[in-house]
């Protein structure tokens, strides 16, 4: 039970974000809080001390949570620690891969491996949007084909997907969307909210650590 206060401030810290980002909070604190819902993700996952896969599932959210606030800065060195965390929560999900996905599956993860980063460049026009888009559709389709629960770790991860392709869509046909802009946050933090408790939820079924 002493790790679930990480959980409970990270909902506090993820949705109030969203209220504060309307309002009139300076910017350096509100980048700052901007950052806090992941990073309490982070902390959770690390607290699950001496297990590896918690261990690198922490360093997918850290990557995560340093991605949402250096993209308010530098837009590339945010898609950078994004990029770095696609590729850390790959390995992961490999490690856990399912034995035998349904040929249904197998085509949700290739339709979203290849279809992620097409619509990014229709989207945008830009070869490095598609690019960062294969490491986002590499992860999602990865997450689909884990072991992990599909309707929580699968759909955490394609929600990030459907976050950032309302992100790429503001760069493109959806400018000035009020809509788009409102579901972006949501999408992205609640997605992130379903992986890292989806992945410690199987981590702890299997006895990887002492139940909580």
Request: aromatic residues 12%.
């Amino acid at each position: 039970m002493e790790k679930r206060p990480w959980l409970a401030a990270s909902l506090v810290a993820g949705t109030s974000y969203w209220l504060a980002a309307k309002g009139q909070v300076p910017g350096l604190w509100l980048i700052a809080w901007k950052g806090l819902g992941v990073a309490l993700l982070a902390a959770y996952a690390w607290a699950h001390h001496p297990s590896r896969n918690a261990h690198q599932l922490a360093l997918v959210m850290a990557l995560g949570a340093i991605g949402d606030m250096v993209l308010e800065v530098h837009f590339a060195g945010g898609a950078v620690a994004f990029l770095l965390g696609h590729l850390a929560a790959i390995a992961l999900y490999r490690r856990f891969r399912r034995e035998r996905p349904a040929p249904s599956q197998k085509a949700a993860a290739i339709a979203t491996l290849l279809g992620v980063p097409l619509i990014s460049w229709q989207l945008t026009g830009r070869a490095d949007v598609a690019f960062y888009a294969f490491g986002l559709s590499g992860m999602a389709a990865a997450a689909w084909l884990s072991s992990f629960p599909r309707y929580r770790v699968g759909l955490g991860a394609m929600m990030f997907v459907a976050s950032d392709l309302l992100i790429f869509a503001r760069m493109g046909p959806l400018a000035g969307t009020a809509a788009a802009q409102m579901l972006i946050w949501p999408l992205y933090y609640f997605g992130q909210f379903l992986i890292c408790t989806g992945v410690i939820a199987t981590l702890r079924a299997r006895g990887e650590f002492a139940q909580e």
